[in-house]
């Protein structure tokens, strides 16, 4: 043990006597989370929705075929009651709900006028917003549909609620995008020269010679990055608290818990590049490169992956940062619990021990 912290306080001062290092591990988090644009979003086609049907008349079953038809909604299910609605939000799967009130159709016709209730999962606001509009286009159509020829102005006036976020927030969308985003390349790129670094000062020799175990200098390797990560892991959750507004919902023990299992995920994916290159520039080209993009593009936060290609949606689920992001807003955002995100935990676990496995057995062959 005493050898085992002698090599994590060299590290340490790799890290701290290099002023570039230690820009990159805390400015590119304080600026990314202060300046980072809102997601762009493209059109969204095929979003689950569910929906609550009290009146189950003419008019509603006319209005729920033209949302169906559309290619912008897919209708997961029927519900028959407030507590499926609540509980179908909490799932995650679906975007949007609309809820029918009794006399739908019979208000319309006789009254002129009629509600409808339109519920987004505001987690996300720049794609609740494009939906919430595409439901009053379509609404706006079935009114001019009922109208006819006739001149009474029959009015269907959609009573919209967006959860999580009601005031639509961009905040509440970047910000888990850009921890998974900022935890990824920091953890990534910077553990992935360190063992690159050895070898090209010539040092490598030394642990190469000693009894020190191959797993140890693994380790030795990423504690202090695990350390700098947590450490900007506080910023970022302090500055969106306290900058932002952005409430934390859920357990902070558990957003912490997950976030350290994260970091260890990238921090162990670094060590595996580290140990298969041969050089520092290949080492932060094939991190920058082979992170950013699929991170930016995968995560979620900036392109809904629903709207994807099946091909690239099955590619997604390689990245870990898509199952971080889905954590962090169910547990930062929406306030749920263990019991809501366990599987996305699990397959962060077994990425984890993968890439530790494949680091371990590469820096073996190299002892040899």
Not at 172 to 180: D, L, W
Not at 264 to 269: C, F, G, R, V, Y
């Amino acid at each position: 043990m005493k050898q085992f912290i002698i090599f994590i306080r060299k590290e340490f001062k790799h890290v701290f006597r290099d002023r570039k290092t230690l820009l990159m591990l805390f400015g590119l988090p304080i600026v990314q989370i202060v300046l980072f644009g809102f997601a762009l979003t493209n059109e969204i086609n095929n979003s689950k929705m569910v929906v609550l049907d009290y009146a189950r008349d003419k008019g509603s079953q006319e209005l729920i075929a033209k949302l169906e038809s559309s290619r912008y909604f897919e209708i997961e299910k029927n519900l028959l009651s407030d507590k499926q609605l609540e509980a179908a939000f909490r799932e995650g799967k679906i975007k949007t709900a609309v809820i029918f009130p009794p006399n739908f159709y019979h208000d319309l016709m006789h009254t002129n006028k009629t509600q409808l209730q339109v519920i987004a999962d505001g987690t996300d606001p720049n794609t609740a917003t494009t939906l919430v509009n595409y439901i009053q286009t379509i609404t706006a159509q079935y009114q001019q549909q009922v109208m006819g020829q006739t001149k009474l102005p029959y009015r269907i006036v959609p009573e919209l609620r967006m959860l999580y976020n009601p005031e639509l927030k961009g905040a509440y969308n970047y910000v888990p995008g850009v921890m998974a985003l900022v935890l990824m390349l920091v953890c990534v790129m910077m553990t992935s020269i360190s063992i690159v670094r050895e070898k090209e000062l010539g040092t490598m020799e030394i642990l190469l010679v000693s009894p020190f175990k191959p797993l140890l200098v693994i380790l030795s390797k990423a504690v202090p990055y695990l350390i700098v990560s947590l450490v900007n892991l506080a910023v970022i959750l302090l500055l969106s608290v306290f900058a932002l507004g952005l409430p934390v919902n859920g357990s902070v023990v558990l957003l912490v818990s997950v976030s350290t299992l994260y970091i260890i995920t990238a921090l162990s994916m670094g060590l595996l590049i580290s140990t298969t290159t041969a050089s520092q520039q290949t080492a932060m080209l094939l991190s920058l490169m082979g992170m950013l993009l699929p991170t930016m593009l995968f995560a979620g936060f900036m392109f809904p992956i629903e709207n994807m290609p099946l091909p690239l949606q099955v590619i997604s689920n390689i990245v870990p940062a898509k199952w971080y992001y889905i954590i962090v807003k169910r547990v930062m955002i929406k306030g749920l619990g263990f019991a809501s995100v366990w599987k996305e935990v699990t397959i962060l676990f077994v990425m984890t021990m993968l890439l530790l496995g494949i680091s371990l057995k590469k820096f073996k062959i190299r002892l040899a």
